[in-house]
């Protein structure tokens, strides 16, 4: 049988094998509510605060300042909304004008309710840059959200110089991790971070569970009310099982961290020199260099239209892949609001491949890859696209 390629990381990763060991005992024997005072409670309590102490580790915090959440994207919606309604005096809100819809969405909510917005565009490359959001910066600025690595292109941003220009404003700063964690350093101290929000299904951890990290001393208003769990912010019985595998993640990520990188900047590297030299219609969306170890999103030019095609294709032959993200997949038609935003011209920021990989990738999975690709593109029909000038 032929080998199946998945390269979709960034949507999402296959759960680890060892955090599904370490998940088992929860969904069975070991189903007690952490609030409860009995021994079946107190088991669930310890391994939430186990799992904390994980979780707090891979970005340098203290246990005490994770707050459990049921996803990266209510992660977000709690450090924004948080920051809003604890002051709403302070309405004007900053944002990277590339950052995932949990943001973009939450702050134009924000903004029906009397916040205002303003959003710094990256540059060609896809790269924020710390003087643009000062020059965005008022005397009423009450928060900055730039993300650690951007979901679309997988170009890093300069998460300590803006850190920094916060802390000297007085400015809160959130940094959206989601899929920075786990795959570059991450360190709220060092790179003066306010919030950062994470989630462990970005990182081989199971799905709807997420984290924010909030400093001490921050205060938000909670999202969620109810009975109080996690120091009032996010009210609701824990997800236990979840919570658990997500501290046995982030554990494995930052014990393989540095070695795992290495070893997906090589194979990514092996993939994007092999397509260039097979498929010269294709070139590279992002900073060639500032960007995740395995990440790779590509523009096919003259397919601009056929981009759903070639990923059905690619699909019959066992290979995942995706078009700019998979959150846009139901809006597959429209360009990406981060490939619009680095300045791409709305036709060719359709024709967007995206192709992440991830700890389980192999050399058998890019040789594969290159070996049906060229031969994909080739049955496309060549497509006349509208002049580029005219969009
Ligand atoms: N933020 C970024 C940068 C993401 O890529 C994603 C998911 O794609 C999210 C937030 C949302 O995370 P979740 O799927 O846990 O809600």
Known sequence: MSVRVYFDNSATTPLDPEVARAMQP???????????????????????????????????AEPAEIVFTGSGTEADNLALVGAFEKDPARRHFVASAIEHPAVLETLRHLESRGAAVTLVLPDSDGVVSADDVAAALRPDSRLVSVMAANNVVGTLQPVAAIGRLC?????????????????????????????????????????????LFVRKGVTLAPVVHGGGQERGLRSATENVAGIVGFGRATALARA????????????????????????????????????????????????????????????????????????????????????VAMGLDPIRARGSLRLTLGRFSTDAEVARFLAVFPNIVASLRPVMSRPLASA
């Open 256 to 339: 393989t961290r540095a070695d795992e990188a290495a070893r997906l900047v090589a194979l990514r590297d092996r993939l994007l020199n092999g397509l260039a030299a097979s498929v010269p219609s294709l070139h590279l969306l992002g900073h060639r260099f500032r960007r995740l170890p395995g990440h790779l999103c590509l523009a096919l030019a003259g397919h601009e239209g056929e981009t759903i095609k070639l990923l059905l294709a690619l699909d019959e032959a066992g290979i995942a892949v995706s078009t700019g993200s998979a959150c846009s997949a139901s809006h597959a038609s429209q360009p990406s609001h981060v490939l």
């Open 26 to 60: 929860f969904h069975e024997g070991l189903f007690g509510n952490p609030s409860s005072l009995h021994q079946a409670g107190r088991e669930a309590r310890a391994a939430v605060e186990a799992a904390r102490g994980e979780v707090a580790g891979l970005v340098g």
């Open 167 to 211: 802390r000297e404003r007085g400015v809160l700063f959130h940094t959206d991790a989601v899929q920075a964690a786990g795959k570059m350093p991450l360190d709220v101290r060092a790179d003066a971070i306010d919030l950062l929000s994470l989630s462990a299904h970005k990182l081989h951890g199971p799905k709807g569970v997420g984290a």
